[in-house]
């Protein structure tokens, strides 16, 4: 269900990604008018999987609700965090920096698995709170990065 959610980001970097290919001049618009499309769609996508996931778990079976209806709405959560992510990797890809985008992804899947593993003996709940603190540093580090490259794209520009 987390999966069938991340599709919105996914498509927006795309979408992000490829404006700025036909129009590099525009991309500090291209990227608010993104970060505006990724969030009108993602935060009531992500409401819905809230409010409804359990729901949607129990064609699994009550214990699979009982177990994975706030992991789930936890992940959800997390989901708008590693959106940013996503939007700070297709940043890092128009400005040609494979370098930190290589090093940005290692340090988001670290980021998560280490402490989800350091927590796994808690159960899935903890593990999606491990979850959402690794989306939430990797978010706080690329709204910096992507900060100091829109500046630097609109000093390239004057």
């Known amino acids: 269900i987390i999966t069938v959610l991340n599709v919105i980001p996914g498509s927006t970097a795309q979408s992000f990604f490829a404006e700025v290919s036909h129009d590099e001049a525009g991309l500090v618009d291209h990227f608010k008018k993104a970060v505006k499309h990724l969030f009108s769609f993602l935060v009531p996508a992500a409401v819905i999987i809230w409010i409804l996931g359990g729901y949607v778990l129990h064609f699994f079976g009550k214990d699979y609700a009982a177990a994975g209806t706030w992991p789930l709405s936890i992940l959800a959560l997390a989901s708008l965090f590693s959106a940013a992510n996503y ?25 998560v698995v280490i402490p989800a593993y350091i927590v796994a003996p808690h159960g899935l709940v903890a593990i ?14 690329y709204l910096i990065m992507n900060w100091q490259l829109i500046i630097e794209t609109k000093k390239a520009r004057v």
């Not at 700070?88 to 290692?106: E, P, V, W």
């Not at 999606?128 to 580090?141: M, S």
């Open 128 to 141: 999606a709170w491990a979850c959402v603190c690794g989306q939430v540093v990797t978010a706080v580090i």
């Open 87 to 111: 939007l700070g990797d297709t940043l890092l890809n128009i400005k040609k920096r494979s370098g930190m985008y290589l090093f940005m992804n290692a340090f988001n899947a670290l980021a």
